[in-house]
Nanobody, 125 residues
Framework: QVQLVESGGGLVQAGGSLRLSCAAS????????MGWFRQAPGKEREFVAA?????????YYADSVKGRFTISRDNAEKTVYLQMNSLKPEDTAVYYC?????????????????WGQGTQVTVSS
């Protein structure tokens, strides 16, 4: 059973930055796909970014965050990060970390088996 704990959310002005962290309970996480999703009030959970296993380290981003967000992983620390720059009010949402116990990166939330509790990000205009 993989446990994930997100942190780093908060309130920031438009144009600002935040760094989200997701600490995992399993060291074998290095072989899994790690992803970030977000859910705004009244909307469905949407894909934000994902990173493949450590030996590949390929990254994937939603078009809406490409060029502003960066996903990375520290396998030794069992942590995945989401660096968010140039934040916009439309980035306001609860951000979730997720793990897919497979090698293929997908953007569908239902294909990820483990989820954190979420951390709130609010961007004011």
């Amino acid at each position: 059973q993989v446990q994930l704990v997100e942190s780093g959310g908060g309130l920031v002005q438009a144009g600002g930055s935040l760094r989200l962290s997701c600490a995992a309970s399993e060291r074998t996480l290095s072989t899994y796909v790690m992803g970030w999703f977000r859910q705004a009030p009244g909307k469905e959970r949407e894909f934000v970014a994902a990173i493949s296993s450590w030996n590949v380290g390929r990254t994937y981003y939603a078009d809406s965050v490409k060029g502003r967000f960066t996903i990375s992983r520290d396998n030794a620390e069992k942590t995945v990060y989401l660096q968010m720059n140039s934040l916009k009010p439309e980035d306001t949402a609860v951000y979730y970390c997720a793990v897919r116990t497979g090698m293929v990166v997908v953007t569908t939330a239902g294909m990820y088996g483990y989820w954190g509790q979420g951390t709130q990000v609010t961007v004011s205009s």
